[in-house]
T-cell receptor, first 111, second 113 residues
Framework: GDSVTQMEGPVTLSEEAFLTINCTYT??????LFWYVQYPGEGLQLLLK?????DKGSNKGFEATYRKETTSFHLEKGSVQVSDSAVYFC??????????FGTGTRLQVFP | NAGVTQTPKFQVLKTGQSMTLQCAQD?????MSWYRQDPGMGLRLIHY???????DQGEVPNGYNVSRSTTEDFPLRLLSAAPSQTSVYFC????????????FGSGTRLTVV
């Protein structure tokens, strides 16, 4: 079945460092890909999405490009802030509209 | 526009008790889902609905029942609570999951003792 694999955390960075969180997927057909963010004690918020190959999703300085040839959707940000500390989830919807998640990656940013 | 509303926010149950977690959305979304979140395991799909009267099982449906009598509401029922059901539960809804993604509620933290 469809699945998502994320890099293990936590990822620990200093403020203004470059961020990459790796995400790869397995799916039949042409999935849509998503990144969600969960701040401490809160629910999940949609961060960005891409619905077809080579699309780039972007929001709040974060970017991810849908790479069908490598089945990847890596999350990047050029300069992280302390306020970016959260858990980031990669997810997909495949042939159905069921949203399937990776296990999440915790990001900790220190001043 | 309240989005997705979950009640209660916190609940403690004794083993064997039953309860219903409520979920309501006011966005006229057809797709609704229930997830549980456990440390190190991400969010796992419990049950799923594509419209009133239509439900389907997800990855971890055992011990949970759902029904969808209206577009707005999608309650999750625990028939006989077990300690293994201690978790944080999230409800989500979407107009089209593939195109727009899902909107999530703020969650229900359930402890079964």
């Amino acid at each position: 079945g469809d699945s998502v694999t994320q890099m293990e955390g936590p990822v620990t960075l200093s403020e203004e460092a470059f961020l990459t969180i790796n995400c790869t997927y397995t799916a039949t057909g042409y999935p849509s890909l998503f990144w969600y963010v969960q701040y401490p004690g809160e629910g999940l918020q949609l961060l960005l999405k891409a619905t077809k190959a080579d699309d780039k999703g972007s929001n709040k300085g974060f970017e991810a490009t849908y790479r069908k040839e490598t089945t990847s959707f890596h999350l990047e940000k050029g300069s992280v802030q302390v306020s970016d500390s959260a858990v980031y989830f990669c997810a997909l919807t495949g042939n159905t509209d069921k949203l399937i998640f990776g296990t999440g990656t915790r990001l900790q940013v220190f001043p | 526009n309240a989005g997705v509303t979950q009640t209660p926010k916190f609940q403690v149950l004794k083993t064997g008790q039953s309860m219903t977690l409520q979920c309501a959305q006011d966005m006229n979304h057809e797709y609704m889902s229930w997830y549980r979140q456990d440390p190190g395991m991400g969010l796992r799909l419990i049950h799923y609905s594509v419209g009133a009267g239509i439900t389907d099982q997800g990855e971890v449906p055992n011990g949970y029942n759902v029904s969808r009598s209206t577009t707005e509401d999608f309650p999750l029922r625990l028939l006989s609570a077990a300690p293994s059901q201690t978790s944080v539960y999230f409800c989500a809804s979407s107009y089209s999951g593939k195109t727009y993604g899902y909107t999530f509620g703020s969650g229900t933290r359930l402890t079964v003792v």
